[in-house]
């Protein structure tokens, strides 16, 4: 399963709600096996489930269960992602888009990346081959839970941070 989020900033984020439907589309996709937190876009993705929000049990849930994670450029988005192992494909929101105010978003992806958290999109264009490759690589097999070292391992790594240390 795929689990997309673009948080819950007021601003759609089309763009990507677009791309991940044609995805599903041309790939011929069950319609649950992608799941789409859509926040305030208007975008109505017809080839996956989707919903604006989900509640934090039902993000959790699909975090866990999820092969890879698709995320806006926020740091909140990814870091449980990152705490379970899991793919994540950033795609930043953009200003010229008018999808945020600036592109601070673009900023942290390209820097998370560097440092091989993430794969940072910002052309959309390249998103489906991006998916491709993960999926080939990267699919999650018999994932099991890992709560407990979840926790653990993402105050260390918040440590780290605002450390300066990564």
Not at 71 to 82: E, I, N, V, Y
Request: proline residues 4%; negative net charge; charged residues 30%.
């Amino acid at each position: 399963m795929i689990f997309v989020t673009v948080g819950t900033h007021e601003q759609p984020f089309n763009r990507l709600l677009v791309a991940i439907d044609k995805y599903a589309e041309t790939r011929n996709l069950p319609k649950d096996s992608i799941v789409v937190q859509k926040g305030y876009s208007d975008y109505e993705p017809q080839n996956t489930t989707s919903e604006k929000m989900y509640s934090l049990e039902q993000m959790e849930y699909f975090y866990e269960k999820a092969d890879i994670i698709i995320t806006h450029g926020g740091p909140g988005s990814m870091f449980p992602g990152w705490m379970l192992g899991k793919p994540i494909v950033a795609v930043p929101r953009q200003a010229k888009f008018k999808e945020h105010v600036d592109n601070h978003q673009v900023e942290f992806c390209e820097f998370m990346e560097k440092k091989k958290k993430v794969v940072c999109v910002k052309e959309i264009s390249s998103l489906s081959n991006v998916l491709d490759n993960l999926i080939n690589r990267f699919q999650t097999k018999n994932h099991e839970s890992k709560t407990e070292a979840f926790i653990e391992k993402f105050e260390k790594e918040l440590a780290l941070i605002f450390e300066g240390k990564i």
